[in-house]
């Protein structure tokens, strides 16, 4: 990796020198640098202790309330705020697995177990894993598994075999990306399950398995023991619709929508997080509902940076990409939305390139 000289004469000449993937490469140690000086990668320890104690006594007070209410409807309420809860657990079990909130990484990735096992029904491994992944290669064809083969058709290659029923139903799928989400709580329990099943060599599978029967086996006999079975059914499934739609509407906006790489590129890191991520507008509110995934091109380019200080980075990111040439996007919510319903038309509809890759046209250039 390049080093940035003391002075801008230096930089200047030896810049010069460097090809324009190496001067990428050289300008994000510059920005790692002042990141460092400004001390934004050090831990947060008061936020993240608070925000741990605040969910946690949300959780057991929606418990509380299951108990008071008793055999009544009114439990769709509770139901809807442990959605809610479940999502803000989900979001804290991200931060662990990127190291973000405790200096030990042992501290991290036990945390990172017992909040998504025990108060979310998740798998930290596979969630590593898949997750390690897509930071890796974010929107690259066959790297990155967020846009693998599924029901829906993330890149036109994945909709052009397509025939019958399946390719209809990919010509208007991305009406149906958002009711599909309702689905995507349920989704993530069974894949955390089904890869810790399959993976017998991992060392703790047999612990998460534990974590996650807890929770899941737990919340099912509490409720049944409380709750007709047609009302805990009700309360499962709103609660399980609600979750999915939060998470999986926090992720989506962020690379839906934006360029595809060619599975065999290459690509320096700065542009590879920066060009393929977007930004979403929004203030406290937002920042809350989207577990600071909001800022992910600041969350991909410093991905152990605790959550707080991604919104103070991010005036910096701005600067250095402007002064570097590399786009920089950001949008609403809403308009972040309406991007991902035309992008997934666009693909069922037999768009050989429906989002054309600035990084492609620079390299052919």
């Not at 509770?78 to 979001?91: C, D, E, K, R």
């Not at 360029?259 to 406290?284: C, E, H, T």
């Not at 319903?341 to 390299?363: H, M, S, T």
Request: glycine letters at 8%; proline letters at 5%.
């Amino acid at each position: 990796m390049a080093t940035i000289r003391s002075t801008s004469a230096d930089t200047s000449a030896a810049s010069t020198t460097l090809s324009p993937q190496q001067r990428h490469v050289s300008s994000y140690t510059a920005l790692l640098r002042k990141v460092r000086q400004e001390g934004l990668l050090r831990r947060r320890y008061g936020y993240y202790w608070t925000r741990i104690a605040a969910v946690t006594i949300a959780f057991v007070l929606v418990w509380v309330a299951v108990a008071f209410l008793g055999d009544t409807w009114w439990q769709l309420v509770p139901a809807a705020v442990l959605g809610v809860v479940s999502a803000q657990f989900g979001f804290l079990g991200h931060d662990l697995a990127h190291h973000q909130v405790f200096v030990s990484k042992r501290w991290n990735i036990w945390a990172a177990r017992v909040v998504a096992g025990l108060f979310t029904g998740l798998s930290y491994t596979w969630w590593k894993g898949k997750h390690n992944k897509h930071h890796n290669a974010p929107n690259q064809e066959e790297r990155d598994p967020d846009i693998g083969p599924g029901v829906l058709a993330f890149t036109p290659a994945q909709a052009a075999p397509r025939t019958g029923f399946a390719a209809r139903f990919t010509r208007n799928q991305g009406w149906a990306f958002f009711p599909l989400l309702t689905l995507e709580g349920l989704q993530l329990h069974l894949m955390s399950v089904q890869t810790l099943l399959q993976q017998k060599t991992d060392r703790y599978r047999w612990v998460e398995l534990g974590f996650i029967a807890v929770r899941l086996g737990g919340y099912v006999a509490v409720l049944l023991a409380m709750l007709p079975v047609g009302k805990a059914a009700a309360f499962v499934g709103l609660q399980l619709a609600l979750f999915g739609v939060l998470l999986g509407g926090a992720f989506a906006p962020n690379h839906k929508g934006m360029p595809l790489v060619p599975a065999g590129m290459k690509v320096d890191f700065l542009r590879r997080q920066v060009m393929m991520s977007r930004n979403i507008r929004g203030g406290a509110f937002t920042d809350f509902m989207m577990g600071g995934l909001n800022y992910q091109i600041e969350h991909h380019l410093f991905p152990s940076m605790p959550r707080p200080n991604l919104k103070r980075v991010k005036p910096l990111v701005q600067t250095h990409c402007a002064e570097h040439d590399v786009p920089y996007t950001e949008t609403s919510l809403w308009r972040s939305y309406r991007i991902v319903v035309r992008y997934l038309n666009a693909v069922g509809l037999g768009a050989r390139d429906p989002f054309q890759c600035p990084l492609i046209q620079q390299y052919r250039a």
